[in-house]
């Protein structure tokens, strides 16, 4: 049976990884700074993470969420101690998808309102709210298209005000750093009047952490750059590092009521034990201050590179910027040096995603493979800007 092609694939064929690194079936070694989608947040197979879920694998692998299972109130506390997002509750899903269409639920359920405020490139999943969210006609089905979703500019917010003035919203969700859209972001004072705005309005605020989220932008959560306290905060793909979880943290205003909210296999016993081990690698290795020295390292070399027209993002979630498409660099990074990199909507941005391990001598790797191959690539878009 032929697999449904709805991916581009690269010719490369991961077997293993170990780190920053993957090697393929032929055993060539590949520098990760994409970490599948931002997904690979303490390395791979790092043996902390082998053991937790080995263990826990060979003791009891799930069970459903109706019976007590004490491996989610120790994720939940870890959770709460290491984010800082005291008194929050935690719901436990399965992917980022799904935490944004729980987020967009729950709103809904609480305010008897509808309509959602969304940004423009934004990007939420591609479940049926949380793609409708999404700023990409292209990924939503007309089944999708009956959901009523309002996209405005960030840092409009005259447009917030007026739209939340109508008194039909029932949730305002955005990326305090933007993923797939390409790493723009809104000023602090716009998400300080957004808070405001949302809790005068009994509007949820939803802060999309999906991405952002769990260090990776210097910080436990990219909306902790500012001062806002959202309703809720979506979480996922940094979480089980490379297990599927996602999952909702909600504010304690909040109340729950029996059946809401459910699902079969989020927060399983084996996943909890992949998201504890995590935690327990983000806290002991101190990886957040390595995310932070990292990022400026980073930074500084990329300002003394003159292609490099903009810098994008914080911590390790960051966009280097061309005058260029940057699909024929990637290609070059992937095949000719062995390092995988990242796209985004904007097709002159090369995303930087990297575990959140990684170290200086990466970095430099990345740095001279960059330098090496981007006269090559400005000398491909000479010939094809003559032909055309």
């Known amino acids: 049976m032929p697999l449904f092609n709805v991916y581009p694939l690269y010719d490369v064929t991961p077997v293993s990884g170990k780190g920053v690194y993957v090697y393929d079936k032929n055993g060539t070694e590949y520098l990760d700074l994409y970490g599948g989608h931002a997904v690979i947040s303490i390395g791979h197979a790092h043996p902390k993470y082998v053991e937790a879920i ?23 506390d870890k959770l709460e101690a290491l984010s800082g997002c005291k008194d929050y509750e935690l719901f436990l899903c399965n992917s980022g998808a799904e935490a944004n269409e729980n987020a967009l639920k729950l709103a809904s359920f609480k305010t008897g309102n509808s309509r959602v405020l969304a940004f423009k490139n934004g990007f939420h999943g591609r479940t049926s709210a949380a793609v409708a969210a999404t700023d990409n006609p292209g990924i939503v089905a007309p089944i999708n298209a009956q959901q009523e979703v309002t996209f405005l500019e960030l840092d409009d917010i005259a447009g917030v005000k007026a739209e939340l003035e109508k008194g039909d919203v029932c949730a305002v969700i955005v990326e305090f750093i933007q993923g797939v ?6 000023s602090a004072k716009f998400f300080n009047e957004v808070d405001k705005l949302c809790k005068a309005n009994n509007t949820f605020f939803i802060a999309d952490e999906v991405q952002s989220g769990y260090g990776r932008s210097g910080k436990f959560f990219a909306f902790q750059h500012y001062n806002v306290t959202p309703d809720i905060i979506s979480i996922a793909k940094g979480m089980g590092n490379g297990f599927p979880m996602g999952g909702i943290l909600i504010h304690p205003s909040i109340e729950a009521k029996f059946g809401m909210l459910g699902t079969t296999f989020g ?16 806290e002991d290795q101190k ?4 995310v932070q020295v990292m990022s400026e390292y980073f930074i500084k070399i990329a300002k003394t590179i003159p292609q490099i027209k903009n810098i994008k993002g914080k911590g390790l979630m960051l966009g280097l910027e061309f005058d260029f498409e940057v699909g024929d660099l990637r290609k070059r990074l992937i095949y000719e040096n062995h390092i995988f990199t990242g796209g985004a909507s904007n097709k002159k941005l090369l995303r930087i995603l990297p575990p959140l391990t990684v170290r200086k001598e990466h970095i430099n790797m990345f740095f001279e493979a960059l330098i090496e191959v981007l006269p090559e690539v400005e000398s491909a878009e000479e010939l094809q800007a003559q032909k055309i």
């Open 54 to 76: 080995s263990c826990q694998v060979s003791e009891l692998g799930f069970y459903s969420n109706a019976i007590q299972n004490p491996l989610q109130v120790q994720l939940a």
């Open 287 to 290: 990886l957040i201050d390595n």
């Open 181 to 186: 859209g390409g790493l723009d972001q809104g």
């Open 267 to 282: 927060g399983n016993h084996l996943a909890c034990a992949a998201g504890l081990s995590v935690l327990e690698v983000i």
